[in-house]
């Protein structure tokens, strides 16, 4: 059984090292976690290591205004 922690502002759980070297992880890794519907919190692995707000990513922001006409 492990214990949520407190973590700044954040909550963290520390993975035992034998489940993250089953599971191919290590710290710095990025995985998606997921509620189902059970309740259950499912951890999976990332296939884009590269996160959304890192330099060169593609985000979703609208496009600028068009300029005024004076």
């Known amino acids: ?3 949520l922690t407190r973590w ?3 909550t963290g759980l520390r993975i035992p090292s034998h489940v993250l070297d089953a599971a191919g992880l290590k710290a710095g890794a990025y995985v998606h ?3 189902l ?3 259950d919190i499912r951890v ?3 296939k884009n290591t590269q996160p959304a707000d ?3 990513a593609v985000t979703h922001e609208p496009p600028p205004p068009p300029p ?3």
């Open 1 to 3: 059984m492990q214990k």
């Open 8 to 10: 700044g502002n954040s």
């Open 33 to 35: 976690v997921r509620l």
């Open 37 to 39: 519907d059970s309740g």
């Open 44 to 46: 999976r692995p990332a």
């Open 54 to 56: 890192a330099e060169g």
């Open 68 to 70: 005024l006409a004076w």
